[in-house]
């Protein structure tokens, strides 16, 4: 069974950090494409960063750019996301995604983890 399991939320204050991570487990996801979407209450699921299957290319939204630092370790099966400088809009759940492409992830991806609380106090 394939699973992704988040991490590493939590609350913080305003301008403060957290690093989620997101281990596999299941099978391995070295030759595809992972990252994060999150959701806060009331809006849509949105996109936060993705990272390509060898790490050669990231891909950030405008929102978090300069701010969020996504990564990952194929031989850990493991991905994760530095948040820096953490605004109280950056409140969501999120989730950890890997598609079957090698590029990036998109709503469409297969595997979704169930998510991990992240909530910014100002």
């Known amino acids: 069974q394939v699973q992704l399991v988040e991490s590493g939320g939590g609350l913080v204050q305003a301008g403060g950090s957290l690093r989620l991570s997101c281990s596999a487990s299941g099978r391995t996801f070295s030759n595809n494409a992972m990252g994060w979407f999150r959701q806060a209450p009331g809006r849509e699921r949105e996109f936060v960063a993705a990272?390509?299957?060898?790490?050669?290319?990231?891909y950030y939204a405008d929102s978090v750019k300069g701010r969020f630092t996504i990564s990952r370790d194929n031989a850990k099966n493991t991905i994760w996301l530095q948040m820096n400088s953490l605004k109280p809009e950056d409140t969501a759940v999120y989730y950890c995604?890997?598609?079957?492409?090698?590029?990036?992830?998109?709503?469409?991806?297969?595997?979704w983890g169930q998510g991990t609380q992240v909530t910014v106090s100002s």
């Open positions: 990272i390509s299957w060898n790490g050669g290319s990231t």
């Open positions: 995604v890997a598609d079957r492409a090698r590029a990036t992830i998109t709503f469409l991806s297969e595997y």
